[in-house]
């Protein structure tokens, strides 16, 4: 993992991936590496109840109802959309659940404006088919194609990001289990999918009227929601989680003090309120504020005080990485932080004290540079 700035999880969590398969005895589809429960325990961590004598680490923060849905979906012939709001960790998930099923996460399809067809299907490798014409050998095959040919999953991030087209084109794939081949003869133009196959796919609900997806391919998904996290303890645990985890990246050796990070959990939640009530978007900020923002923003902060700063994590520095992080749009996102800076930070700076007023100076001192 030395070699890799982010290995998938089915590398970074090989070592409990092979012990829970070592002690897996439960049901589960014939060509699944885990069973349905054993899956779950990998995502959401063990209990006692589990029997096992091993700790597994919790690595995504939900409702376990959310994952045995997802689980279920996946062990039918339907394929899985994950929907939600940006930064809910529908990615993570996906990904978690892909290791978990087949130990293998990274057959991935990014939907973009420029996906086409072939992304999803084949293509072909030109000098192969000038020298040697077309054939099975010289074709490319997408990974949706190899999850098929191999009996585990696909993924394709960001479904409503990509056309009508490519989304058509995963209809007959969804539904037929099948790619059709027409540039090849015989049993070579048809590549079947095998036992283990399915899809899982995201999408951003806030892409609602990008590219809508057709009533066809809605009903080849069954769609989970994964909700905005709520629950100031839920949400500072996934802070604290995916921060750990970068900083042991980064190969840095530092604590986040508690009361920095209910700093920026409070700001977030105060930021989320303005939205709420905003009357226009010129009233509320550009950014999402969504839990990985939040992570954003505090890996900001960490590394700007491990290379620039005192090897710590302060107030002052957190403030200024909240602002830089932001205030995306001149001069819209920045009176709407310097509107809260003022109205609402400096009150509780005055009354609480604590890290408030060195959060505040090092907002305030950024917007003036920004100006």
Do not use: C
């Not at 027409?182 to 899809?199: C, H, R, T, Y």
């Not at 900020?285 to 700063?309: K, N, R, Y």
């Amino acid at each position: 993992m030395s070699d890799m700035l982010r290995a998938p999880a089915e590398i970074k969590y090989a070592d409990e991936l092979d012990y829970l398969e070592s002690v897996d005895t439960g049901p589960k589809p014939s060509t699944w590496r885990l069973s349905p429960r054993m899956i779950r325990t990998f995502v959401l961590g063990s209990e006692p109840s589990d029997g096992l004598d091993r700790e597994i680490g919790q690595k995504w923060f939900g409702e376990r109802g959310i994952v045995e849905r997802a689980v279920v979906t996946l062990a039918s012939d339907r394929g899985l959309l994950l929907i939600g709001d940006p930064g809910t960790g529908k990615s993570w998930l996906a990904e978690l659940l892909a290791a978990a099923v087949s130990r293998n996460s990274t057959q991935v399809v990014q939907g973009t404006a420029g996906t086409t067809e072939d992304h999803i299907k084949y293509s072909w490798n030109v000098s192969m088919v000038i020298g040697r014409g077309q054939s099975r050998e010289s074709m490319i095959p997408s990974p949706i194609m190899t999850a098929m040919e191999t009996g585990t999953i696909g993924r394709f991030e960001e479904l409503t990001r990509s056309t009508s087209d490519v989304q058509d084109a995963l209809i007959s794939i969804l539904s037929e289990k099948y790619i059709s081949v027409p540039e090849l003869e015989g049993q070579d133009g048809i590549v079947f999918a095998k036992p283990g196959f399915s899809v899982i796919a995201t999408a951003n609900s806030r892409d609602r009227g990008v590219n809508d997806l057709s009533s066809a391919l809605k009903r080849r998904f069954n769609f989970v929601r994964i909700p905005v996290v709520t629950n100031k303890a839920s949400e500072a645990e996934i802070v604290r989680f995916r921060t750990e985890e970068l900083l042991r990246r980064h190969q840095i050796d530092l604590e986040v003090p508690p009361t920095l990070l209910d700093v920026l959990l409070r700001s977030f939640g105060d930021l989320r309120d303005v939205a709420a009530t905003a009357g226009s978007d010129d009233q509320r900020l550009e950014s999402a504020l969504s839990t990985a923002e939040q992570i954003g923003v505090l890996e900001d902060a960490v590394l700007h005080g491990t290379f620039f700063g005192q090897r710590t994590l302060t107030a002052t520095t957190l403030g200024s990485s909240l602002v830089g992080s932001l205030a995306r749009r001149a001069p819209e996102d920045s009176a709407i932080l310097t509107k809260y800076l003022t109205n609402t930070v400096k009150p509780r700076s005055e009354e609480e004290g604590g890290e408030w007023p060195e959060f505040l100076a090092g907002g305030l001192d950024t917007l003036k540079a920004l100006a």
